[in-house]
């Protein structure tokens, strides 16, 4: 029922800053997440974020320099990526947990019952 479709990929620079952003359609009250896949490599976790906002998680590899936002009013959910580099290149996926998901944030593939299709992020250097 919820479905989300993924915008603001594109080519920039190694230090840019760039946000990516979902629109989520159907309403969900469940946590919303971001995962990205670069070739040849497995799926990823890079950002979570509950309903009220409160909570968000990230990995090492991008904490500090990414930010997950949600706007319930517009049904957006945001990703601040600063301070690129190369190997931020992947596709980025926006995906919504599963129901059941609402104050705590999964980080596995499987708890997401709703992915967008996808945005690629090229980051030159």
């Known amino acids: 029922q919820v479905q989300l479709v993924e915008s603001g990929g594109g080519v920039v620079q190694a230090g840019a800053s760039l946000r990516l952003s979902c629109a989520v359609s159907?309403?969900?009250?469940?946590?919303l997440g971001w995962f990205r896949q670069a070739p040849g490599k497995e799926r990823e976790f890079v950002a979570g974020i509950t309903w009220n906002g409160i909570s968000t998680h990230y990995p090492d590899s991008v904490k500090g320099r990414f930010t997950i936002s949600r706007d319930n009013a517009k049904n957006t959910v945001y990703l601040q990526m600063n301070s690129v580099n190369p190997e931020d290149t992947a596709v980025y996926y926006c995906?919504?947990?599963?129901?059941?998901?609402?104050?705590?944030?999964?980080?596995?593939?499987?708890?997401?019952?709703?992915w967008g299709q996808g945005t690629q992020v090229t980051v030159s250097s």
């Open positions: 995906a919504a947990a599963k129901a059941v998901y609402t104050t705590i944030i999964p980080t596995w593939q499987s708890a997401f019952a709703a």
């Open positions: 159907g309403h969900t009250f469940s946590t």
